[in-house]
């Protein structure tokens, strides 16, 4: 083609005027860009002047289709029109000029296109594409011409990445949380089988246990029918004759030639030799059992253990006859009777006098109560009344007067009325309720006004169910070996007589008539009473002595009325343990609502509880028994929790039906008092009961002294406030125990025998529960609890300010609730957990009510002041 060409540069100056179009069109709009399109329409009819060589340089550029070809001119700028200008096709403006390009243009295209091959449509709008890229580009100009359906798709491409993108998210997100949660499950799981083993072990030691106790209970049965056998076989040898005696060996010396009489005795011994040594046999073979185990039984053992079964050392073959022998032996036994009766006395005597002149000499109550407990009381209400109107079915049993211990201030006149099964014996048919504690509380006659009036009470505990912690003299005179560990080890021990014995001295003299009159001045307005189970019945198998706690129960009731005190009936131990704690009874495996027995012994439960509702619902008790306690710290963590919920349910329903009209009081359960929200909250009056001690949890009891006190003082008030609030927690709660000792270092408080969180040496002999690291705040071996335990009148006076104020701050923050019980009135040497020896010692109030202390805002520095962390 020639280059002076007048349509090449027709064709020149048009793409020239579309490059500058666009370039304009890319800042302007509506009307502005209209109006330029006019413009450069008027403009395009003007000559171009151009160079060769520009035309050259353009022609360079000139475009093909692919196969070869020079693709049509494009129209005039003349021809152009706002429809092809206002186009956002490409497509649609390559058609537009197509229709307006001059019929000479078409000819001379057709005729270049004729010599090659036709294209497809997919072939023209990819020329279409790359054409528009190039025509873009040549004047180094970047104006890309995107249509709105293009950009629509883009968006849509972009809007569709982001949802795969938050999709993702969503499923990682959901991926970590479902392995968090079996993780969690996992541990949960491994914790379950944890304590699902510990049951086994303890249900496996409880069950060796009893099988011990039972071999222990056949062999003295065993023993007891021989003995018996051999008194009876005595005692019709002795009711013979002389006579009678010399005529039966007359027919037996007549009946037998001496010859026989020897064969025959020769025969007696030999059975009497061979039934020795198979006793002695069977006895090695018990022994020696464990020994071979353990690798320890030998030759020399056995012949030592004989020798001891048989009382000595040994000794050489005797000549006396058997006769002669036993005469030896029995005078043996006179002449070591009548050494051991005076050696007895020679001590007995002294000690008896240097005691009658000690408490001749001493006037405080105190003593008073020992004396009374080391002799018999009077039991002057006896007098004129005689055995025998006691009927014969009654005597010597609980409703025989003349076996009891104490009749003080008991009605001894014979009857067997009974309530619920209950006995009325014992009880004085008048009562007087016009009783007031204090003039801070109102009259018995009253209602208290629970919820509006702050609870002030006390615990007696330690009185009609053992605690170790509280009287040790009980425990402390046995070993290890001899497993003496509660109430119920310990009258196995003793034995039936002798339990009954001493656990009746106990009740006439720990808790008195005086006691309720010092309870009174110090304040107090309620007690609390706990009691075991056996006070009301006892069942086959039990060791605990039957039904003798009851009278001491409804006496120490009469006291606290004769002294205007409310009483808070606290059923303390329930058949099989509801906690396995040594207070509920029995230590070791928990038998209520779990094992073989759980749910025999829950309707057991509730069958006592049928018996005290009916006895309690009396008018005689309507203004005194205000409070009534369904169960003592029921561990609902290791039972089922809907189990208990259930047994609570059925014992609240039972005890109202029955005429009970009091509050109803339940324990916690250690649940966390956050966890009651919604639960039993369709029952009128209740009352949850919490027990807060910093003693048994680790956490608190590291705390320094300055934070114990804050945590009294801010963490239990918020913790009352909570509960009370019945969108937060339950509604109405009190602490129904609680002390000021901040350290375990009391001996037995962790059971008998066994160390302390404090200092590092609690030896359960389970790793799960052993603590054997110090546990005080400073957590090294400093750690001691020698000043802890220490008599009072050796405590610094930080130490005393401290104590002082750690209890003010606790009857505060428990105040914020409907109040308290104090645990306990007296121990035998525990002086952090007596209120009687703590208000002696000075470090608790003389009054309940009296506070020299409000939980300020600023605590002091009692490091700063001298008083150690770690005693």
């Not at 040594?277 to 020399?300: A, F, T």
């Not at 962790?750 to 002999?765: A, C, D, H, Q």
């Amino acid at each position: 083609m020639a280059r002076d060409d007048p349509d090449l540069d027709d064709r020149e100056r048009d793409r020239e005027r579309r490059r500058q179009r666009r370039n304009s069109h890319r800042d302007d709009t509506g009307d502005e860009r209209d109006r330029r399109r006019r413009s450069h329409h008027r403009d395009s009819a003007a000559p171009v002047d151009e160079t060769a060589a520009e035309r050259r340089h353009r022609r360079g550029h000139r475009a093909t289709d692919s196969s070869g070809a020079l693709l049509p001119r494009a129209a005039r700028p003349g021809q152009n029109t706002d429809t092809e200008l206002d186009s956002p096709s490409p497509r649609k403006r390559r058609a537009s000029q197509s229709q307006s390009t001059p019929r000479k243009s078409r000819t001379e295209s057709a005729s270049r296109s004729r010599s090659s091959a036709p294209l497809s449509l997919d072939a023209i709008a990819k020329l279409d594409k790359a054409n528009a890229k190039r025509a873009s580009g040549w004047g180094g100009v970047r104006d890309y011409d995107y249509d709105e359906e293009y950009l629509q798709e883009v968006r849509k491409k972009e809007e569709r990445l982001e949802k795969e993108r938050r999709r993702e998210e969503r499923r990682e997100k959901r991926e970590k949380e479902r392995r968090t949660e079996k993780d969690r499950l996992r541990t949960v799981e491994v914790e379950e089988k944890k304590k699902k083993k510990e049951r086994i072990r303890q249900a496996e030691a409880e069950s060796k246990r009893r099988a011990y106790e039972s071999d222990i209970a056949a062999d003295e049965d065993s023993r007891i029918q021989r003995e018996k056998k051999k008194k009876e076989a005595r005692d019709r040898r002795r009711g013979h004759t002389d006579d009678e005696r010399d005529e039966r060996k007359k027919r037996y010396a007549e009946k037998f030639t001496p010859s026989v009489i020897a064969e025959k005795r020769v025969r007696a011994k030999q059975r009497r030799q061979e039934k020795t040594l198979q006793s002695e046999e069977k006895k090695r073979r018990v022994i020696s059992g464990p020994l071979l185990e353990e690798g320890g039984y030998s030759e020399d053992y056995e012949y030592q253990y004989m020798m001891e079964k048989r009382g000595g050392a040994g000794s050489i073959p005797s000549d006396y006859s058997e006769e002669e022998l036993a005469r030896r032996k029995k005078i043996k036994r006179i002449l070591i009777g009548v050494v051991s009766v005076l050696i007895i006395l020679a001590i007995i005597i002294p000690v008896a006098v240097l005691v009658s002149k000690k408490n001749g000499n001493s006037s405080s109550s105190d003593n008073t109560a020992k004396e009374s407990g080391s002799s018999k009381p009077k039991n002057s209400n006896l007098d004129g009344l005689s055995e025998n109107d006691i009927p014969a079915s009654a005597k010597g049993g609980i409703l025989d007067p003349f076996t009891w211990y104490d009749t003080t201030d008991l009605n001894v006149t014979y009857t067997d009325a009974m309530v619920g099964g209950l006995s009325l014996m014992g009880l004085n048919s008048t009562w007087d309720d016009d009783v007031q504690a204090n003039d801070k509380v109102p009259n018995l006659k009253k209602s208290f006004g629970y919820g509006k009036l702050p609870i002030r009470g006390v615990n007696v505990g330690g009185w009609l169910n053992m605690e170790p912690f509280i009287t040790p003299s009980f425990f402390d005179s046995y070993g290890s070996r001899d497993g003496v560990i509660d109430e119920w080890t310990l009258c196995t021990k003793l034995g039936t007589a002798k339990c009954k014995s001493q656990f009746e001295q106990h009740y006439a003299t720990f808790v008195t008539k005086q006691t309720f009159v010092d309870i009174r001045a110090a304040g107090f307005d309620h007690v609390r009473i706990p009691f075991g189970y056996w006070a009301v019945t006892t069942y086959d198998g039990d060791v605990y002595v039957p039904k003798i706690a009851w009278r001491y129960l409804l006496r120490g009731i009469e006291y606290a009325r004769q002294n205007g005190l409310r009483i808070n009936l606290d059923l303390h131990g329930l058949p099989g343990s509801q906690n396995g704690w040594n207070h509920s009874g029995r230590q070791g495996v928990i038998g209520w609502l779990n094992g073989t027995n759980g749910e025999l012994n829950a309707q057991r439960s509730l069958d006592i509880h049928h018996q005290l509702s009916q006895f309690f619902a009396q008018p005689r008790y309507k203004n005194i028994v205000t409070l009534y306690g369904l169960v003592n710290e029921p561990r609902m963590v290791d039972l089922d929790t809907q189990a208990v919920l259930s047994w609570t349910q059925k014992a609240i329903t039972q005890i109202r039906k029955d005429g009970i009209t009091a509050i109803l009081v339940f324990g916690d359960g250690f649940l966390g008092l956050d966890n009651w929200q919604g639960k039993l909250q369709t029952d009128d009056n209740l009352l949850l009961d919490v027990h807060q001690y910093v003693t048994f949890n680790v956490d608190q009891l590291s705390l320094t002294h300055t934070d114990k006190l804050n945590f009294a003082c801010r963490g239990w008030t918020q913790q009352s406030k909570r509960s009370m609030d019945k969108t937060t927690g339950f509604g109405p709660t009190m602490c129904g125990e609680w002390s000021q000792a901040d350290t375990d270092c009391t001996p037995n408080i962790n059971n008998v025998g066994i160390g302390t969180r404090w200092e590092g040496t609690m030896n359960t002999g389970n790793a799960s529960t052993s603590i054997l690291k110090p546990q005080c705040p400073l957590k090294d071996n400093t750690c001691s609890c020698e000043k802890a335990t220490a008599d009072p009148s050796t405590y610094s006076d930080a130490y005393k300010k401290w104590l002082y104020q750690f209890a003010v701050a606790q009857m505060i923050s428990f105040e914020a609730g409907w109040g308290w019980f104090y645990w306990t009135w007296e121990t035998e040497k525990a002086t952090q957990w007596s209120w009687k020896s703590g208000m002696k010692a000075g470090i608790l109030p003389q009054k309940v009510w009296e506070r020299e202390f409000d939980c300020p805002m600023l605590l002091e520095d009692f490091e700063a002041l001298g008083l150690e962390e770690n005693y």
